[in-house]
Every structure is written in structure tokens, then in C-alpha cells.
């Protein structure tokens, strides 16, 4: 993969790539033999996952390290406009900082565009913390905090969405980049600029501390207001952030730094709509409303609580013991006839004692593959004590508590009266008359463990606002952040998803460069292309950065919107996972992990010392091919292995209770893809590919889960129960593969009935318009004659009354 991405814009000749090292190539420098080194050996991953990485963090990804000389022009501009003032910014009493803020943001409404650039850098200047006048990182995070409010206080941010909405319309600007052979960072200056303040308030302003001001309170609950709600061109600031989107896919503003386009629009829709921690409490509280039970669990700590698979010994590593072992003349080779040679624990027994699990630990918690078979015999490879700094509380018995649907109960009660008496009744889950005692037991506990969704409440819903569209009244919409946003993006919402995927594929490492697709480098590469192998080093480990970024960002965003949609209206969820699925967003997935994921995970794009903000308070160090290379100290990559679990997530969600879909998992072999993912020890990321996996396991054959056996295990230890899903073995009555063109037709036909009704007004059946049916009111109603008619209103009379005969006995009848 060039480093020039998808475009090829970095010019760089054979001779001159072959001096390069693989960071400069676009290719991760990690040791190939990691992907299949004894596994069993590496550490679990100290990875906490939540909405966002920490802030510093967060606010050094904003910035490219080929941005780096402009923070000091940034400085520059400041001090021309503060230069009269005898102290420094730091040491002005509050009415003077207030006062130039004004005068900054009064500078923002020149005409001369030059003179507009310069205020705006200073204003950025102001949102980066004043850091020429700080000592510590500490103390610039105090300071951008203070002068963030400070410039929202004044009324910054509509001057800031006016401006940007300009760039945005520069036809100028946009018709010289579509001409341009090879775009840089110069052509986005101005779009830069402004996109970096947004967010650095957005990003600022949604870190929540308890020791801020109460006035600093009322000035967040404003912003997050002013950021949900359609006060810019009568839609959120979310939706233009996606008309941008649109706009770079087309081809039509090749120029926009799409990296901080993205991010700006993940943090306004974390900010706006909330974060997991918010999803769960709206989630509890929608059920409150809609009097279901409480949730029996709190998923996030749930999963927190698990600890880690050993993941899968690979052939390689099993060869390689086998061939120690055979030096030593020690024969470990086990007959696996069965899965009792494994010695499984039933996660059952609540009662079993510390000392059984620590014995049998490597088993319990192992998701072995396929092992490399040698006359039907298996290698296994030796337990690796763990030292008793790993050891983890773990609860007995499964994690999760089963759940159960309403329909399960349905399918059991439905083949139980046929079974035993022959008939059915339909949809009655309550006479059990004539079915033995256990059965009667069996449907105890089904009910006991049955579980009604908000999903299942707004379809029922929605079904009657449809069988019944006068008597039912009209629907009341709370207009929540969340409604407000799928209005806006409805019309086009197709067109955005598309988008994404499109710069999402652009971006996965598994790309490769083709002449057709989007160049996403625009904000990443210098007007002056590198010319030592240092340089180069450089801009690659950049745009592997720079890539890796807009994964991140893009991922988040696609799995807040599920979320949020899904519970603000099942419809809505469905109609954005829809149009994703036909964008071949389940494909696309599986393609950006069809790579050696742990050398992703692993992966040191990264310079620490080029941090914002540690670049800009502190003194740089030179810069060499050795550090470039060894990169930093991290066990892992926190924005890798969170886009991998976003992705994962997504995926689910597009899969869940839908058999056409797990069929495309099926039908693109997901299961070898999703099996090395496994190998990393994250217990979220496990969790989700053995869901993955779970889905599909039926369609895989005999054959797969014989040699798979351990995979099951881990998956009936990790995944949550179905009571009654026969997962395992295939007996599914809903697996009807003829079946699956019609489900998808079904549900679209339910989304398009749901959107036409609740946000199509044009569109309303006349017939369903009420009519006045009383006399005197239509008698009474005014009707505004045309002059014309009221000029020969004496003719109309003679010709339409007097000379024509009236029967009044038929009248009158």
C-alpha cells in the first residue's frame, strides 16, 4: 500500500521506495511470527474500554504531525492582535480577557479574507490554551478549558458554524482542488482552522469536571442545546458535518480535511446524544415509561467483569512443540476422541472450589482451533502456570442471565400441544391443559426468564397505528436530540452511509491503492513531499496514523447512531442498519479484519514527543530512524482495539435475530476471519466474535463444530442464553434459507410504511382527512369568489338557475 493511499499523490519512484522502510510504505512493522507465536504465553490486554480515549489523547489525534509548524503561526497571529496590552494573556484580569475575545470575534466578520484567517488562528491560539505562556501540559488543559467558555460565553460558535458554512460553499476553492493533480495541506487552511476550533470546544466542553463553575455548568447545558437542536439552516450542526461527507465522496470538495470532519461529527454526537453510560440510563428509563421490568444486569460491568480466553494454539506453534518434544524424547500426543479428553467444567456448578478451577484454568478458559492433525491425533500444548498477580475475581457459573422471547414460548407451547394432543391455538401461552407436568415446568421457567424489549412494545405500537390510523390519535414525538437528528438526516441518510463506508474502506489497512477511489490524505500530506529517508519515515508513520484515526472516528459514529436510533424507535434502527447492509458494510468488515489483527492492535503509529500538547511546551528531541522505529512503549493501541470492538459491535448489531444477514456471514466464510481475532486477549472483543460466531454456528456443518469443540465451549461460557435456541446443532425452524429474500422485503416495506406515517405529510390519504359533515357549518364556511365571476354574477344566475327546470319533488326526496 503506497503511503499516498488511495490516490497515489506521494510521488516516490521505485529506487527511492525500496530505501524506505515499511512505516513509509504504509506497511505495520510488526514481527510476522507475533501472529503465530505461542499465544498462550502473551499477557492479557490492560484495555478499558469507554466512549473516548483520555483527553490528551483525544486532542493530540485532532492534529496531523505535518501541522506541527502552525502552532507557532497560530502564536504569531495572537500576539499581533494582543500586542496592545502590556501583561500577558495569563495575567489580565477577567473584563480585559472578555473584552478582546469581543474584539477577536468582531474580527471575524471582515470582508478581507486574509485579514479573517489571521483573527481565526488567533482565536485558535485561544482554544489551544495560550500555551506559549504555560510550563506544564497540566496547566495548558487549565487554560484551554478557561478560554473555551470564555469564547462560548461570548457568542463564538454561530460566527464559527457562519463562517464554515461559507467555506463550505466556496465554489472557488472547490473547482481549484477538483483541478489540482495532487492535493495538500495548504488547500484546506481556511476549513482547518475553524474545524479544529469546533472541536477543540466540543471536545473541551463535554469533560465533566464537578469543580466548575456553576455559570461554566449553564454555559455546557446551552452548547449541548445549541449543538442538537436545527438553529444553523434549520438542521444541527451533525447534519451539515454529514452534508460534508457527501460533498468529499462526490468528488466535489476533494480539498475538506476529512479526518477532522469525522471526529468533530463523532464528538457532536457524543456530546449531544450521550455516551454508553447515557444509553444505559435512557434505556432504564424508557422501560420505566413503558412498564417492563427492570433490567436484570447492567451489561457494561458485566462485561467488564469477564476476564480474557487463551486464545487458539496455531499449527505452526503446535508443529514446532511437537518437534521440542520430540528432541526430549517426551511423547505428548493425546487422543481426542471425544470432548471428555478436554476435561470441560460444567459452568453450571456454582459449588465447585477455587482449587478445581485453578487446576483445570488453562481449560476452562481456552478457545482452541483447529489443531494441526497428524494421523487423527492432537497436539496439545502444555499448561502455562500463571503467576497469582493475574488471578482475577470471577463469579461462579455463567455471566449472563438467560433471556427469553415471547415467540420462543410461542414455537415451545405450539410443538408441545401438537406432540402430545394434536392441536394448536395459536398465540395463547397460557391454557397448558392436557400437557404433561413437565412441560408444565418447562414453561414456568421459559416465562420466569422472559424478556420483553423496548423494540418489541414500538412494533406492537406501530402495527396498530396502522391497522387503525383515525381511532388511534395521533402519535406524540418527543423531540429529544436523537429525534431531531434522524429528522435532519433522513432525506439523505441513504447517501451518508455510503459515505462512510466508503472513506471507511479507503482507510482500512487491507486496502488497496486503486485509481478510482477517494483520496483521504488532503489534510495529511505537506505541499513539499519529503526528501530524506527521516522525512519519509515520518509522513508514513502520519498516514498510518492519519488512517487509523478515521477508523476510529467512523466506527464510533456508526455504532452511537445504531444505538441511540434503536432506542429512540426500533424503525429508525432498522432503516439506517438497512441501508448500511445494502452498502455492503457486513463484506467491508470482514475484509478489514481478514488481516493479521494482533499486528493491527499492536501497531506504534505514532511519535509521543509530536503530542499535541506535549510538542508545544516542551523542548523537541531529535528526531531519528531508531525511535521512529521503535515507536512507544504501549502493550497496544487503544484506537485500534477500540475500532475493532466498534466494528465488532456494528456487525452484531446488523446480524441479530436477522437469518439473511447471518447467512452473508456464512456464505463470505467469516468464521476462519473471525477465529484469528480471538487471538486477542480483550474479554469484550472475545465476547463479541463468539457472538459472531454463535449466530452461525448452525450453518457451518458437522464437520466445523467437531473440530471446534472448544470454540463452543467458550461460547457457552461467554455468550448469553437462548433457553430454548438450538444454536448448536442446526434444528432452527426460522433457518429456511427461502425465506430470507422475503424478510428483508417484509422489513422494508415495515420502515417505509413507518417513515411515510410519522414524517411524510404530503403524502396523507385524503380519505383519511376528517369531513365536516354538518350543514350549517359548510353553508357558513366563506368562499372567496374571483372578480370575474362577481362582475357577471347576473348572468351566471340566469343561465345556471332561471332557465333551467328544478323537479323539487325529486330534490326534496
Known sequence: MDVGGNSGVFPVNNKQKAMLPNKARGEFTRNARKDSEGLSESPDLEFQYADTDKWAAELSELYSYTEGPEFALNKKCFEVEFRTHDKKWTELDAAHQRAHAMRLLDGLEVIARERRLKVARAILYMAQGTFAECSSEAEVQYWMRYNIFLLLDVGTLSALVELLNMEIDNSAACSSAVRKPAISLADSTDLRVLLNIMYLMVETIQQDDPADKPEWKVIRETFRAELGSPLFNNEPISVMLFGMVTKFCSGHAPHFPMKKVLLLLWKSILFTLGGFEQLQSIKIHKREELGLPPLSEDSIRVIRSMRAASPPASASDLIEQQQKRARREHKALIKQDNLDAFNEKDPYKADDSREDEDDSDDNDNSIEAETFPLERDEVMPPPIPHPPSERVSFPKGLPWAPKVREKDIENFLESSRSKFIGYTLGNDTDTVVGLPRPIHESIRTLKQHKYVSIAEIQISKEEEFQKTPLSGGEEEVEMSCTELLYQGILPSLPQYMIA????????????????????????????????????????????????????????????LLLKHFKLNHIYQFEYMAQHLVFANCIPLILKFFNQNIMSYI?????????????????????????????GDNNQFCWRNLFSCINLLRILNKLTKWKHSRTMMLVVFKSAPILKRALKVKQAMMQLYVLKLLKVQTKYLGRQWRKSNMKTMSAIYQKVRHRLNDDWAYGNDLDARPWDFQAEECALRANIERFNSRR????????????????????????VDLPEDFQMNYDLWLEREVFSKPISWEELLQ
Not at 520 to 528: H, K, M, R, S
Not at 602 to 630: G, M, Q, W
Not at 769 to 776: E, I, K, Y
Open 602 to 630: 499492536t501497531a506504534k503509529n505514532s511519535i509521543s514527543v509530536l503530542d499535541f500538547p506535549y510538542c508545544v511546551v516542551h523542548e523537541l528531541p531529535e528526531l531519528t530512524a531508531e525511535s521512529l522505529e521503535a
Open 759 to 782: 414524517y411524510d405529510k404530503s403524502h396523507i390519504n385524503p380519505d383519511f382527512l376528517p369531513v365536516d359533515n354538518c350543514l350549517q357549518s359548510v353553508l357558513g364556511q366563506r
Open 500 to 559: 462512510l463506508l466508503k472513506i471507511l474502506l479507503a482507510a482500512a489497512p487491507t486496502s488497496k491503492a486503486k485509481t478510482d477511489s477517494i483520496n483521504i490524505l488532503a489534510d495529511v500530506l505537506p505541499e513539499e513531499m519529503p526528501t530524506t529517508v527521516l522525512q519519509s519515515m515520518k509522513l508514513g508513520v502520519d498516514v498510518n496514523r492519519h488512517k487509523e484515526i478515521i477508523v476510529k472516528a467512523i466506527s464510533a459514529i456508526l455504532l
